[in-house]
């Protein structure tokens, strides 16, 4: 983990490009060039499965960072468009992606629709704002294929700015970290998240996600995958994720954001302790 400044390798999908507009055909060009050595739209062993809705600038240093993957493995990318309002699926017409249309709004029903569209034995899930390292398709695959595991997470880190520096958000990390290592014993599903996680396709269209709008479609599919296998975490620092802070933004200053976490986890710790009992995901 970066503790004083982001990792320099992030400068390289940092783009200058406020709109569609100012987006050189020559970038769309270079990181489908990348993408044509990797990609296999055929015979895919892996879909990297990506839920987007209104993104449409962000989707470049997501898509060039997995383009600039290091795995032998045959994969494609499938980014569901769910109903984006801006010009989103125009930047996903120049990519050498696959994309389809979700018109039920929600994470949920965005990725059961990626999830029935997938070709791919295995699924990694992934956001459209975020920027994933080299090795992060293997090292997911790897810690997936054995037959006890259902679910695999990775963790993350945020991209520090003028407003909050790196040192804050690494403090904030360090505690996030601690957290999902104390939920990892009995109840792991609240650590799986859609930026970074992966399953077995047979086995999730089983169960499928909540098809409706409703935050934690991700560990509910979880919940409901664990009677296939565990769930593991993958630590290593060579897949962190990373994201920008918006989702911290929301909360106002950074004081304010870490002191709700913080009596939010001391009220549900012993929470933690015990698991939770089987009930139905897609209603609760």
């Known amino acids: 983990?970066?503790?004083?400044?982001?990792?320099?390798?992030?400068?390289?999908?940092?783009?200058?490009?406020?709109?569609?507009?100012?987006?050189?055909?020559?970038?769309?060009?270079t990181i489908n060039q990348k993408l044509h050595k990797l990609v296999d739209f055929e015979k895919p062993e892996v879909s990297?499965?990506?839920?987007?809705w209104n993104e449409e600038v962000n989707m470049l240093p997501t898509i060039g960072s997995l383009a600039d993957s290091t795995t032998k493995i045959p994969f494609e990318i499938l980014v569901v468009n769910n109903n984006s309002t801006d010009r989103t699926q125009e930047v996903l017409d120049k990519l050498y992606i696959r994309s389809c249309t979700q018109t039920i709004q929600g994470c949920g029903p965005a990725r059961q629709m990626g999830l029935e569209q997938a070709k791919g034995k295995y699924i990694l899930?992934?956001?459209?704002?975020?920027?994933?390292?080299?090795?992060?398709?293997?090292q997911m695959i790897n810690a997936l294929r054995p037959d006890d595991?259902?679910?695999?997470?990775?963790?993350?880190?945020?991209?520090a700015n003028e407003q909050t520096p790196r040192w804050k958000l690494a403090i904030y990390e360090m505690m996030k970290d601690i957290m999902a290592e104390i939920r990892q014993f009995k109840r792991p599903y609240l650590n799986t998240l859609g930026m970074t996680m992966g399953y077995k396709t047979a086995q999730a269209l089983k169960v499928g996600y909540v098809m409706r709008h409703v935050r934690g479609e991700d560990g509910r599919l979880t919940f409901?995958?664990?009677?296939?296998?565990?769930?593991?975490?993958?630590?290593s620092s060579k897949i962190?994720?990373?994201?920008?802070?918006?989702?911290?933004?929301?909360d106002g200053s950074f004081f304010n954001m870490v002191g709700s976490r913080i009596?939010?986890?001391?009220?549900?710790?012993?929470?933690?302790?015990?698991?939770?009992?089987?009930?139905?995901t897609k209603t609760s």
């Open 1 to 29: 983990m970066s503790f004083f400044k982001n990792p320099a390798w992030l400068t390289k999908y940092v783009y200058p490009y406020a709109t569609v507009d100012d987006i050189p055909e020559e970038v769309y060009a």
């Open 48 to 52: 990297i499965v990506i839920a987007s």
């Open 125 to 138: 899930s992934a956001d459209a704002d975020c920027m994933y390292q080299p090795e992060w398709i293997d």
């Open 149 to 159: 595991v259902a679910v695999v997470y990775g963790r993350y880190s945020f991209i």
């Open 224 to 235: 409901d995958l664990m009677q296939f296998g565990k769930v593991v975490q993958v630590k």
């Open 240 to 250: 962190r994720v990373w994201t920008g802070t918006r989702t911290l933004d929301k």
């Open 263 to 280: 009596v939010k986890e001391i009220k549900r710790i012993f929470t933690y302790l015990s698991p939770l009992k089987p009930h139905d």
